[in-house]
C-alpha cells in the first residue's frame, strides 16, 4: 500500500504534535520524521516525547525517519567532522530501532572541496556505509541512501552510482529525491527507477523550475510523469512531499500550509486510487 506522507521540515517552526497535527487534517496519512525538526533537535531530542507521540497520533504509524545532515558529512576531510557524522547518522538508526520507525533515510556525504571526489573521500564513504550496516542489523532498521544533486563533489549523484552502490551492498535500500535527480537532466529520474527501481522504498515528491528545487509538484510534467509510472509499476513504497517553504514566493501561515499540502497530496492521490492506504 502506497503512504502518503510529508517532511516534518515543511513545519520547521512549530511544535511535534502541531506537525503532526498538520499533516493528518491535510489528509496525509504520515510523516517522514527529520531528526533535525527544530523543536525536537533543539530540545535534546527527547526520546519519550517520540514515543509518546507515536501512540498519539495516527501519522506517526506509518512514520520514516530522516537521519541528521545540518553541518554533518560523513566524508569530510576533517576527520573529527567525519566521525561525528557518523556518530550523529548512527544514533539516529538507533533510536528509529528504539521508537519504532521501520526506515531511516540517509544522505553520503560529499567531497569538502569543490572537486570530484578521490579515494580518500571513497575510502571514509566505505567506513562510514560499513557503519551504517552494522547499525542497521543491530537496531532492525531498513536504511535507504538517498541520491544527491548531481554536483562536482557529491557522493552518489548518478543512477549508475546509485546502482552500483545497490550491487555492493544488497543489505540496503534507496530512496529517490525528484529534485535532486533533475540536476542532472531529463529523464535521470526515470533512468534512477530503470536501475534501481526495485529497491525502492521512499519517493521525495517535489518540483524543480528556474534553478529552484524542492517546490509544489502538482501540475509538474515531469513529476506527473514519475507518478503515472510507479503507479503503473505497483510501487508499494512511501511518496513524501519534500517542499522547501522558503522557495515559495510568500510565508505561508498554519493552516495555509495545511490547505497547500491537501492540495498537493490529493494530485499525488489522483495517480495510486486503486493502492491508496484504507
Not at 11 to 21: A, P, R
Not at 55 to 62: S, V, W
Not at 223 to 237: A, C, E, F, T
Request: proline share 6%; with cysteine; charged share 25%.
Amino acid at each position: 500500500m502506497v503512504v502518503f506522507a510529508v517532511s516534518t521540515m515543511f513545519f520547521h517552526e512549530y511544535q511535534v504534535g502541531e506537525i503532526l497535527s498538520a499533516a493528518s487534517a491535510a489528509g496525509l496519512d504520515s510523516v517522514e520524521f527529520w531528526v533535525e525538526t527544530p523543536s525536537f533537535w533543539l530540545a535534546g531530542q527527547p526520546e519519550g516525547e517520540l514515543l509518546l507521540a507515536r501512540k498519539a497520533y495516527p501519522a506517526m504509524e506509518r512514520a520514516t525517519l530522516h537521519a541528521p545532515i545540518l553541518d554533518l558529512n560523513p566524508t569530510s576531510v576533517n576527520l573529527a567532522i567525519a566521525e561525528v557524522s557518523v556518530r550523529y547518522i548512527c544514533d539516529s538508526v538507533r533510536l528509529a530501532g528504539r521508537a519504532g520507525f521501520p526506515l531511516v533515510t540517509v544522505h553520503p556525504g560529499r567531497r569538502t572541496a569543490k572537486r570530484p571526489p578521490g579515494p580518500p573521500d571513497l575510502r571514509k564513504f566505505d567506513r562510514y556505509i560499513r557503519a551504517l550496516e552494522d547499525t542497521s542489523r543491530e537496531s532492525r532498521v531498513e536504511i535507504a541512501m538517498e541520491n544527491m544533486e548531481n554536483r562536482v563533489n557529491s557522493l552518489v549523484c548518478t543512477p549508475e552510482e546509485m546502482r552500483a552502490l545497490l550491487d555492493r551492498e544488497e543489505w540496503l535500500s534507496f530512496t529517490l529525491d525528484l529534485s535532486h535527480a533533475t540536476t542532472g537532466g531529463p529523464g535521470v529520474a526515470s533512468r534512477y527507477i530503470d536501475l534501481c527501481g526495485e529497491r525502492l522504498v521512499n519517493v521525495h515528491v517535489s518540483a524543480s523550475r528556474d534553478g529552484k528545487l524542492h517546490l509544489p509538484p502538482s501540475g509538474d510534467p515531469g513529476v506527473s510523469g514519475i507518478l503515472h509510472r510507479l503507479s503503473g509499476s505497483g510501487y508499494k513504497g512511501h511518496l513524501t512531499l519534500e517542499i522547501e517553504d522558503l522557495a515559495l514566493q510568500q510565508g505561508l501561515s498554519y493552516q495555509e500550509k495545511i490547505a497547500l499540502l491537501s492540495h498537493e497530496s490529493g494530485f499525488m492521490r489522483d495517480f495510486f486510487r486503486e493502492s491508496t492506504v484504507l
